[in-house]
């Protein structure tokens, strides 16, 4: 019975207002707050300032411990560069091209038809930089957190927004009656409250090329936004052919709603179908 109204409990929480996650200590719960994103929706579209923010982002903070082994540079042309503008972001990455006469690696410029290269070159190196934690890759990461609601679609919460929750709600210390592990940060999104990583967002930490104020806020909501798009970069032009079939699914079942009715009108008269 008890159980029972646990989750009853819970289905309340998430109802009313959000998802929320009870912290380490027990005495409360801490709620993962939605934001509006203009990609959400049947109707929702990429930001395309949010996503070269968000790119940016990745780039001078996140990339020196994440991966994101799933994207190519080529595909940067959906967050609206030109084909040489991204030709010009691609060479700014070195890659492996064999070895010299002498047996040394010898190095070639990016290319567009390549992938972000990983920060590290092998699992255990990762571990090794980031004491024993194992940084996660970036490329699906964007959706692995959603909570889509059918009968509330408005009240559904996002993987960004508990990419943002989890880059926003660190803290300096940890509640009392809270024994953190060494090497350990406390953080009210994080599952267990105790994550590896340090905060890596401060207000100011970089100069945006559109002269966007770069608060803690901003950076993580704009990071969250690119990091949902390389999980899913034909969102738009999947939202379009949903639209398409939908609308044509309609018009098809319009037509057959008179067509059918056209023909057993005749039955109905009791003519001849011939």
Same mark, same amino acid.
């Given at each position: 019975m008890m159980k029972l109204f646990k989750n009853i409990g819970l289905t309340a929480m998430i109802v009313i207002g959000g998802i929320s996650f009870a912290n380490a200590s027990g005495? %409360? *719960?801490?709620? #993962? &707050? &939605? +934001?509006?994103?203009?990609? $959400?929706?049947? =109707?929702? %579209? =990429?930001? &395309?300032?949010? #996503?070269?923010?968000?790119?940016?982002?990745?780039?001078?903070?996140? %990339? *020196?411990?994440? %991966? #994101? +082994?799933?994207? $190519? =540079?080529? @595909?940067? !042309? $959906? #967050?609206?560069? !030109? *084909?040489? @503008?991204? &030709? *010009?972001f691609a060479g700014e990455y070195e890659f492996v091209a064999g070895l010299d006469d002498e047996g040394e690696e010898k190095f070639r410029k990016g290319l567009p038809q390549d992938y972000f290269p990983a920060p590290f070159v092998s699992e255990e190196e990762a571990r090794d930089a980031n004491s024993g934690a194992l940084p996660p890759d970036f490329s699906l990461l964007g959706k692995s957190r959603e909570h889509l609601s059918l009968f509330t679609p408005w009240n559904s919460v996002y993987g960004e927004d508990y990419i943002v929750g989890i880059l926003t709600t660190y803290h300096e210390e940890a509640p009392h009656g809270v024994e953190l592990a060494e090497g350990m940060n406390f953080n009210e999104t994080f599952t267990g409250n105790q994550i590896a990583m340090m905060p890596p967002l401060s207000d100011d930490l970089l100069e945006y090329a559109d002269g966007t104020k770069a608060t803690t806020l901003q950076m993580a909501q704009d990071v969250a936004t690119f990091m949902y798009w390389a999980a899913e970069p034909k969102m738009e032009e999947r939202k379009r052919m949903g639209l398409k079939v939908i609308l044509f699914m309609t018009l098809l079942t319009i037509m057959l709603y008179f067509v059918n009715k056209s023909v057993w009108r005749k039955v109905k008269n009791g003519n001849d179908l011939v």
């Open positions: 005495d %409360s *719960a801490y709620v #993962l &707050k &939605k +934001n509006d994103w203009p990609h $959400a929706g049947p =109707f929702g %579209s =990429f930001d &395309k300032g949010a #996503l070269q923010r968000g790119l940016q982002v990745y780039k001078e903070v996140c %990339s *020196a411990c994440h %991966s #994101l +082994n799933l994207v $190519a =540079f080529r @595909e940067l !042309t $959906a #967050l609206g560069y !030109t *084909a040489d @503008e991204v &030709k *010009a």
